[in-house]
Nanobody, 117 residues
Framework: QVQLVESGGGLVQPGGSLRLSCAAS????????MSWYRQAPRKERELVAV????????KYADSVKGRFTISRDNIKNTVYLQMNRLKVEDTAVYYC??????????WGQGTQVTVSS
């Protein structure tokens, strides 16, 4: 069955960096666009970044443009999110999923990112 396992979250000071990973299994990873979402307390889940199946096309939410970088390794079946210059408002649980415009797979547990001084 589909499995998405996110990791790499943690507590970081404003201005710091984190690299999230999402290990995927149970589906043909290289055929799916992959995306990162986040959900902050008392807010709806929002799309942060998405990368096409071959990794050619990428889209970011305006709030993270220039700070976050999504990438993927179709050999390792893993998608990454490099997050730089983190802000307090980036605090959220981060999830990966498949699909370009809408999530197409079951959700994993997510990884908590907390940005605080």
């Amino acid at each position: 069955q589909v499995q998405l396992v996110e990791s790499g979250g943690g507590l970081v000071q404003p201005g710091g960096s984190l690299r999230l990973s999402c290990a995927a299994s149970g589906f043909t990873f290289s055929s799916y666009a992959m995306s990162w979402y986040r959900q902050a307390p008392r807010k709806e889940r929002e799309l942060v970044a998405v990368i096409s199946a071959p990794g050619v096309h990428i889209k970011y939410a305006d709030s993270v443009k220039g700070r976050f970088t999504i990438s993927r390794d179709n050999i390792k079946n893993t998608v990454y999110l490099q997050m730089n210059r983190l802000k307090v408002e980036d605090t959220a649980v981060y999830y990966c999923n498949g699909g370009w415009q809408e999530p197409m797979l079951s959700w994993g547990q997510g990884t908590q990112v907390t940005v605080s001084s």
